[in-house]
């Protein structure tokens, strides 16, 4: 079992920035596949980025490339989600999730069904 927790959300206006932490505690002497998803309200959970659990592979949705970085620390079992620039399509709840199973490429990243284990989330919204 693998036990994930959010923080970081707020409320910020456009063209602001936040930083996300994803902290994984339990089975995690593994590095389980990480990523970051959000989901607004009256939406599906899209995929928002990830790394690979060894090596600095990243993987991002095409509507935060170039303004999100996402990046992790294996040794504090910490995934972390830098964003800047910051426009209102980007508010929703942001979770981190984790597989038990190795993800291969952005096809094996990005599918929701591929991750065991979520956490709460953190809330974002940017005000216009």
């Known amino acids: 079992q693998v036990h994930l927790v959010e923080s970081g959300g707020g409320l910020v206006q456009t063209g602001g920035s936040l930083t996300l932490s994803c902290v994984a505690s339990?089975?995690?002497?593994?590095?389980?596949?990480m990523g970051w998803f959000r989901q607004a309200p009256g939406k599906e959970r899209e995929f928002v980025a990830a790394?690979?659990?060894?090596?600095?592979?990243?993987y991002y949705t095409d509507s935060v490339k170039g303004r999100f970085t996402v990046s992790r620390d294996n040794a504090k079992n910490t995934m972390v989600l830098q964003m800047n620039n910051l426009k209102p399509e980007d508010t929703a709840l942001y979770l981190c999730?984790?597989?038990?199973?190795?993800?291969?490429?952005?096809?094996?990243?990005?599918?929701?069904?591929?991750?065991?284990?979520w956490g709460q989330g953190t809330q974002v919204t940017v005000s216009s």
């Open positions: 999730a984790a597989s038990r199973y190795a993800l291969v490429g952005l096809t094996g990243v990005k599918r929701v069904d591929n991750y065991d284990y």
């Open positions: 790394q690979e659990s060894i090596g600095t592979t990243t």
């Open positions: 339990g089975r995690t002497y593994n590095n389980p596949e």
